[in-house]
């Protein structure tokens, strides 16, 4: 059973340009949840999907940020018009919908750096 | 008011010693998980312990015990006989139940470094 992967391990963007980041959850699990880790900081939440949902939202930036999680296929952290500020580690986590115990698994993240 | 604090940045710990990371929280949701997470300097997330709100006895996963005291809504993290191998940023997290599923919230992480 594979764990939770994430690509591009490292992406570099210039100023201006979009930022396309991926992460396909563990087997068998619907719940996929997008982090952001500045420089010697804490993880931050950002938001958290289920299939072809948007659950919660509230830790994205209002602007230039959008996530998805389509039927098929991976989830998607797209970043429009990239900034220097928008470099950062990406973390994804997913788990499995059951209430009680869940650990959240994480992928190796992607490392964005904006030239 | 922060749902998870860890009030140390940085720790030291001698080699074969024990260590006590802190970590408190804040929920009024009676059912609640927490977490605690490793992150080497390699960057990966690494999954150390858990302890479930009712859960009766302290979690235990080989050399990591976690401290759990629910009044104070402390769930302090022990490391017994460290190991320069455990030098790392340590993360507590809790996760709420909510109508649609998890939410997950993170401490801002202590850095430990053990000394030969």
């Known amino acids: 059973n594979a764990g939770v992967m994430q690509n591009p391990r490292h992406l570099v963007r210039r100023r201006g340009q979009e930022a396309r980041l991926r992460c396909s959850p563990m087997k068998g699990h619907s719940h996929v949840y997008w982090y952001r880790q500045l420089p010697e900081e804490g993880l931050k939440f950002m938001v958290y999907l289920q299939k072809e949902n948007i659950i919660d939202e509230s830790g994205m930036p209002k602007e230039r940020f959008s996530a998805e999680f389509p039927k098929e296929g991976p989830s998607i952290l797209r970043i429009q018009q990239v900034v220097r500020g928008d470099s950062a580690a990406y973390f994804c986590a997913s788990s499995p919908f059951v209430l009680d115990h869940n650990e959240q698994f994480f992928g190796p993240g992607t490392r964005l750096t904006v030239l | 008011a922060q749902k998870i604090t860890q009030t140390q940045p940085g720790m030291f710990v001698q080699e074969k010693e024990a260590v006590t990371l802190d970590c408190t929280y804040d929920t009024s949701d009676p059912s609640y998980g927490l977490f605690w997470y490793k992150q080497p300097s390699s960057g990966e997330m690494i999954f150390l312990i858990y302890?479930?709100?009712?859960?009766?006895q302290n979690a235990t996963e080989g050399r990591y015990s976690l401290n759990f005291q629910k009044a104070r809504k402390s769930a302090n993290l022990v490391i017994s006989a460290s190991q320069l191998g455990d030098s790392a940023m340590y993360f507590c997290?809790?996760?709420?139940?909510?109508?649609?599923?998890?939410?997950?919230?993170f401490g801002t992480g202590t850095s430990l470094t053990v000394i030969p």
């Open positions: 302890q479930g709100s009712y859960d009766q």
């Open positions: 997290a809790m996760r709420e139940a909510t109508n649609t599923g998890n939410q997950f919230y």
